[in-house]
């Protein structure tokens, strides 16, 4: 009892550490977090070696720098300004936007796919033989942060970019198109969240991340033949969302 007390007082020492640097720009180490996104797309394996150095050399596997995590901000409003331009945004409309993708699409689902990701792994997937070893819930909001980082670029960036030249046609090579941004932006999130846990040596059976690839490709198959471009719905979506939103 003791023992759990001194490990939840621990957590919460080092997300207090954590969320207290958020405004201390001058204390991360920007370049090393511009370094793991580049390597995310070209060698996503590196960035969770340092993962394990870490754990090493602190004792924890979960970032103790949040660099990386204002960096993704700084992408996100960065590719908001790209959809309010996209889509004819006014000032206040483009605040809400960026608002609503950053509070509810990047920090609210991140903590929903954290907290799930962390329960499952250290209800299941923990060998039996490793029973003072788990999962920190800072290392899985970390892992869904890198696989978050791909798919925000793929299509709140690269797909942005190529809306008003290809993806708004109604016709089968925007949908393709489309179709395919969205199917390698899952593509990269299912691998290196499975790429995140495997790289953990008390888990077991971790290859279950990588079951919905199988289940991404038939949907891919299936969206692109019945005509639906997942592109311009997502736009439609993000449309509908503001007027939602600015009638409450």
Known sequence: MISHRASCLSAATKRYKYLRRIFKFSQMDFEFAIWQMLYLFVAPQ??????????????????DDPAFLVLVTGWIFVSSVCFALVMGLG????????????AVDMLLMGVLVATGL??????YLRHPT???????????????????FPALVILHVVQ????????????????????????????????????????????????????????LALSFVAVTASGVNLSRTLMEFYRQRILFSSHL
């Open 160 to 215: 942005i970019l190529l809306y008003n030249v290809v993806l708004h046609s109604d016709n089968f090579a925007s949908h393709l198109l489309g179709n395919m941004l969205w199917t390698v932006a899952l593509g990269y999130y299912f691998y290196i969240t499975f790429l995140g846990y495997s790289a953990l040596p008390f888990l077991k059976n971790t290859r279950v991340f990588l079951y919905p690839l199988t289940l």
């Open 46 to 63: 590196k960035v969770y070696r340092d993962f394990q150095y870490r754990k090493q050399t602190k004792a924890q596997f979960a970032r």
């Open 91 to 102: 000032f206040w409309s483009f605040i809400l936007f960026l608002l609503y993708v950053v």
């Open 118 to 123: 962390w329960f499952v792994s250290n209800r």
């Open 130 to 148: 490793e029973p003072g070893q788990d999962v920190e819930w800072g290392f899985s909001f970390d892992v869904h942060m890198n696989a978050f």
